[in-house]
């Protein structure tokens, strides 16, 4: 099969799952508030707990899933997840009480290894010097479900805030559907090794990403921004009922906003300054782009100025795939699958530590008991991890930790 329709599949995998993970995000606020009988302030706190439960059992299980999909292949290893996925979202809707949503929670994050999975599927698909643009297009396709997830999470959550969680249901289950009839394996069984449990756990994944000292750097760079990157998807209703007293159909039509200005961005633009600028530059503009957007969001004091500083923020879609780039080409083939586990690991450490952070800052700063009123505290955090991991890059690059020139980079004069 050539890559390109291969592509092609892995993409409509990605985007349905994204839909699915859109959809419920506009109600999430309304969900715990009507479960639990508490304000939104207190509320935020729950939903920062539900996200930890989430982001700690993605921690342990993304390794796992990494190195089973490095043995058995990638396709069983993306429908398995998205099976327990849908299961995941059903359960959600129906939960009566906290202690069920957090049993969903627990089940979709031993499930989330999505995203991934796919983006081991690009390293398994194309070579180096191509994989940055499409890790780029990848992201759009995550970026047009966030698009046309929310918008219609806020529709349908006009019929309640359970509605939203049956509709990501079955949209998950159509995508099981659709990946078991069309999705080809890209996983080569002479590039396939054997399941190592040392390896598929995540202090195991972290130790094996020692034998490359260059992407240990770049995953610090990775995990500072990620720190500050999760304050989005934890405090974005919160923050906008609070601060503007948005409805769900505004919330979710500002979250079809920022999928589409990723769109653009992972789509088209990075296409087209990756070969001027290359990965690092390309990264920097990134960082110094959403460290911005961050302190403009900290102090926004109308509703309808959101929208200019989304268009802004969009540009941190340069940098995910500007160091999934350089990293993936400091890995050997039969490592991608533990490149992007240690990766999810990290991603669910940072879950971990984040939300809970965001939320609770967003909680106090909200509060009647606050020294300052200040909702938007998450955002200015969120500005200053941002600020350091670009500080932790240009460290990196000065101490030639990673070489000034890499693959995708264009020659210096």
């Not at 919160?238 to 920022?258: N, Q």
Request: glycine fraction near 10%; include cysteine; proline fraction near 7%.
């Amino acid at each position: 099969m050539r890559p390109q329709l291969a592509f092609a599949f892995i993409f409509v995998t990605v985007l349905l799952d994204s839909i699915g993970f859109g959809i419920i995000m506009p109600v999430v606020p309304q969900l715990i508030m009507d479960i639990s009988g508490e304000d939104l302030t207190h509320a935020a706190r729950i939903s920062g707990f539900l996200m930890f439960a989430f982001a700690g059992m993605q921690f342990v299980s993304s390794p796992l899933l990494g190195n089973l999909s490095d043995r058995f292949g990638r396709r069983p290893v993306l429908l398995c997840s998205l099976l327990a996925m849908g299961f995941n979202y059903l359960l959600m809707g129906w939960a009566p009480t906290l202690l069920w949503l957090f049993v969903g929670r627990i089940i979709g994050g031993i499930s989330a290894s999505t995203y991934g999975i796919a983006n081991a599927y690009i390293a398994d698909t194309f070579p180096p010097e191509k994989r940055a643009q499409y890790f780029a297009l990848l992201g759009a396709g995550f970026g047009t479900g966030f698009i046309i997830g929310p918008a219609v999470g806020g529709f349908l959550g006009e019929f309640g805030p359970r509605t939203p969680f049956y509709a990501a249901g079955v949209l998950t289950f159509i995508n099981v559907i659709y990946g078991y009839f069309v999705l080809p394996e890209s996983h080569k069984l002479e590039n396939r090794r054997a399941f190592n449990l040392a390896r598929a756990n995540p202090l195991g994944a972290f130790r094996q990403l020692w034998h490359y000292p260059e992407v240990i750097a770049l995953v610090l760079v990775y995990f500072w921004y990620m720190l500050g990157h999760f304050s989005l998807p934890s405090t974005w209703a919160f923050f906008t009922i609070e601060k503007f007293d948005w409805s769900p159909r505004e919330i979710g039509f500002s979250l079809s906003a920022v999928g589409v200005s990723m769109i653009f961005v992972q789509a088209f633009l990075i296409r087209r300054v990756l070969p001027i600028w290359g990965p690092i530059k390309t990264a920097i503009v990134g960082f110094i782009a959403t460290t911005l957007s961050f302190i403009a969001y900290a102090f926004v004091p109308y509703g309808w100025m959101m929208y200019p500083i989304i268009a802004i923020g969009a540009l941190q879609g340069f940098v995910v795939p500007s160091l999934q780039s350089i990293m993936s080409a400091r890995i050997p083939a039969n490592a991608q699958g533990e490149l992007q586990g240690a990766l999810g690991s990290m991603s669910g450490l940072v879950a971990i530590l984040s939300p809970p952070f965001m939320t609770q800052l967003f909680s106090y700063f909200s509060s009647d008991d606050a020294v300052v009123y200040f909702p938007g505290a998450p955002f200015f955090a969120s500005a200053v991890f941002t600020l350091l991991a670009l500080l932790l890059l240009l460290r990196a690059i000065a101490g030639r930790q990673v070489s000034s020139t890499v693959q995708g980079d264009p020659p210096q004069a």
